[in-house]
C-alpha cells in the first residue's frame, strides 16, 4: 500500500510560480511511474506531466516549456515546478503512482492562479 500526500498548492498569479510536492509513504525507487494530474469542474481529469523510474519526463503540451516534473528518491518525494502560471492552470493537482501494476492517488491540492 502506497499512501501519497500532495503540499504546496494555493494561491498564484498569472506569469509566477508554485512547486508542487507529493511524498509517498513507500521508497519510491521502487515506484515504476509518478505523474501529475489535474482536473477542474465538469471537466476530465488530464495527464500534466509524468516520470518514470529511469527519470524519463513526457508533459501535456499545454505546460511544456512551463513546469518541470521532478522526482528525489532519497526524500520519497515527486516535485511539480510550476512557471509562468496561468489561470487557465487553476484545477486540483493530484498525485498518482503505478507500482508493479498497483495505482494509487493522492487526495490533490488545489491551485488557483489569479489574473
Known amino acids: 500500500q502506497v499512501q501519497l500526500v500532495e503540499s504546496g498548492g494555493g494561491l498564484g498569479q498569472t506569469g509566477g510560480s508554485l512547486r508542487l510536492s507529493c511524498a509517498a509513504s513507500?521508497?519510491?525507487?521502487?515506484?515504476?511511474?509518478m505523474a501529475w494530474y489535474r482536473q477542474t469542474p465538469g471537466k476530465q481529469r488530464e495527464l500534466v506531466a509524468s516520470?518514470?523510474?529511469?527519470?524519463?519526463?513526457n508533459y501535456a503540451d499545454s505546460v511544456k516549456g512551463r513546469f518541470t516534473i521532478s522526482r528525489d528518491n532519497a526524500k520519497n518525494t515527486m516535485y511539480l515546478r510550476m512557471n509562468s502560471l496561468e489561470p487557465a492552470d487553476s484545477a486540483v493537482y493530484s498525485c498518482?503512482?503505478?507500482?508493479?501494476?498497483?495505482?494509487?492517488w493522492g487526495r490533490g491540492t488545489q491551485v488557483t492562479v489569479s489574473s
Open positions: 498518482y503512482a503505478n507500482q508493479h501494476g498497483f495505482t494509487y
Open positions: 513507500v521508497s519510491i525507487f521502487s515506484i515504476n511511474l
Open positions: 516520470i518514470n523510474s529511469g527519470g524519463s519526463t
